[in-house]
Nanobody, 124 residues
Framework: QVQLVESGGGLVQAGGSLRLSCAAS????????MGWFRQAPGKERELVQA????????YTADPVKDRFTISRDNAKNTVYLQMNSLKPEDTAVYYC?????????????????WGQGTQVTVSP
């Protein structure tokens, strides 16, 4: 069982930046691929960025390409999402997720464990 806790969400103006953090429990953090998902009101949850267990590979969804950067510090059992040039359409609850299938970074079905989410609101 893996427990994930997100932090760092908040209110920011368009063009601003936020960094989300996800702290994970357990002794095998490096075995898990980590993904950041988001869900806006009235919309489906979508995978926005993911990183393999060792950090060697990433997946990035087109809407956040060149703006968001995922990273991880396995010594701290933490994954980050640096969000720059934020837009109002980035407003959503952001969720951290973990999965063991490193060959399926871009597939939401590969993620088995979920955090509680953190709200990101971008004002015009």
């Amino acid at each position: 069982q893996v427990q994930l806790v997100e932090s760092g969400g908040g209110l920011v103006q368009a063009g601003g930046s936020l960094r989300l953090s996800c702290a994970a429990s357990g002794r095998t953090f490096s075995n898990y691929a980590m993904g950041w998902f988001r869900q806006a009101p009235g919309k489906e949850r979508e995978l926005v960025q993911a990183i393999s267990g060792t950090g060697g590979r990433t997946y990035t969804a087109d809407p956040v390409k060149d703006r968001f950067t995922i990273s991880r510090d396995n010594a701290k059992n933490t994954v980050y999402l640096q969000m720059n040039s934020l837009k109002p359409e980035d407003t959503a609850v952001y969720y951290c997720a973990a999965g063991r299938l490193n060959h399926m970074l871009g597939y939401s079905s590969a993620y088995d464990y979920w955090g509680q989410g953190t709200q990101v609101t971008v004002s015009p």
